[in-house]
């Protein structure tokens, strides 16, 4: 029996913290880090880290709406990253972290729409929400080497330092929801 499947597509800053939280999430099957929203086709990660492609590092989720809903995915994302940062996250600066939500469909826009009018109008990060909604018109797949770079680098500094608290503070606030 095949199981039904959908798929967001998030850039919360470097993909490596991104792929890391949402493979520790129960419903989603996979994550692939890529690059989205640019101008150039087929860009390389030295390409779109000098800033000139227009991409965002973002991560696609492919997971099971019967176990995990987009709304789940939404405060996941929101809560493991800052939003309200313009082309930063942390020390990653540039506008490939950019904090930006690429719906695949009306029915995301408008739910994404409206969770992040919900984060503003209760002020949930003390700053407004500054995430971008861009509807997905392609996703380029990272090379092979960023996929699983956390599970398969856990003690490089950058994971440590950066990856591991994101992960430290997902398992908190989302202890039921993680595998």
Not at 49 to 61: F, L, Q
Not at 79 to 105: C, K, M, V, W
């Amino acid at each position: 029996m095949d199981r039904k499947t959908e798929t967001a597509v998030f850039g919360g800053g470097c993909f490596w913290c991104t792929e890391a939280v949402f493979c520790e999430l129960k419903g989603v099957i996979k994550v692939t880090p890529g690059y989205a929203g640019g101008r150039t086709g087929k860009p390389t990660y030295l390409q779109v880290c000098s800033g000139t492609t227009g991409h965002v590092e973002a991560a696609m989720i492919e997971y099971e709406p019967e176990l995990v809903s987009y709304n789940d995915l939404l405060e996941v994302f929101f809560y493991t990253h800052d939003p309200t940062t313009t082309n930063r996250q942390g020390n990653d600066a540039g506008e490939q972290y950019h904090s930006t939500i690429f719906y695949l469909n009306p029915g995301q826009k408008d739910l994404a729409a409206k969770f992040i009018d919900k984060l503003n109008a209760c002020n949930e990060f003390g700053a407004p929400v500054v995430t971008t909604l861009k509807p997905l018109v392609q996703f380029y797949e990272a090379e092979d080497y960023h996929r699983g770079y956390y599970r398969n680098n856990a003690g490089q500094p950058y994971c440590r330092i950066v990856i591991t608290p994101k992960l430290v503070k997902f398992r908190a606030r989302f202890k039921d929801a993680a595998k």
